[in-house]
């Protein structure tokens, strides 16, 4: 099984500021999923990354997958407050959704 | 739209009751699985299913039974409920056959166990 760190595990800003999370592993995937999770509900899926060193932008929330497929970066520029919230990373070793691993998360908490 | 539909929300047991935590989808998507999310541990699979009559264990299937008799309803069941069980239960879907797709998730049921 494979080990996702994702750092930092918690995040305070203010609301304007940019910021960035990590998901890093030794491990190489096949894909990787980054997830948001609000409280008191479940994760909804953000963006799915394949090609090593591929970059999806999702309005102001950029996603890197990196050249080697063992890590992957979320930075969000001028964040908001409905930005707060756990965002998952989970790596697929395989072409099945069973193969997925989660991260443990980042908590963010952006002020107004 | 209803989506991923799970209850109980909140549940509180003794140690040795059993359960059950219901889940079901009204997207008609074949592959539905369990994950118990705990501090610092992210998602961790329990049991999933490829389709109606097929189950299979994840991660951390020990003390949770499942069964697949229709596609929209994925039960999971806590035989002897013990401490170590309490977390926050979730249910997901996915339309991809198993295949790596966007999972659709439930809202979660926490369980307590004293």
């Known amino acids: 099984t494979q080990l996702l760190e994702q750092s930092p595990q918690f995040l305070s800003i203010q609301e304007g500021e940019n910021l960035t999370v990590y998901c890093n592993s030794s491990s190489v995937f096949s894909s990787l999923q980054w997830y948001r999770q609000e409280p008191g509900e479940g994760p909804v899926l953000l963006v799915t990354v394949v090609t090593g060193g591929e970059v999806k932008k999702l309005k102001r929330l950029t996603f890197q997958f990196g050249d080697a497929r063992k890590d992957s970066s979320l930075h969000i520029t001028a964040a908001q407050p409905g930005d707060t919230g756990l965002y998952l990373c989970?790596?697929?070793?395989?072409?099945?959704?069973?193969?997925?691993?989660f991260g443990s998360g980042t908590q963010l908490t952006v002020l107004p | 739209n209803a989506g991923v539909t799970q209850t109980p929300k909140f549940q509180v047991l003794k140690t040795g009751q059993s359960m059950t935590l219901q889940c079901a989808q009204d997207m008609n998507h074949e592959y539905m699985s369990w994950y118990r999310q705990d501090p610092g541990m992210g998602l961790r699979l329990i049991h999933y299913s490829v389709g109606a009559g097929i189950t299979d264990q994840g991660e951390v299937p020990n003390g949770y039974n499942v069964s697949r008799s229709t596609t929209e309803d994925f039960p999971l069941r806590l035989l002897s409920a013990a401490p170590s069980q309490t977390s926050v239960y979730f249910c997901?879907?996915?339309?991809?056959?198993?295949?790596?797709?966007?999972?659709?998730f439930g809202e979660g049921s926490r369980l307590t166990v004293l």
């Open positions: 997901a879907s996915s339309p991809s056959q198993g295949m790596v797709g966007e999972l659709f």
């Open positions: 989970a790596g697929a070793e395989g072409g099945s959704a069973r193969q997925l691993t």
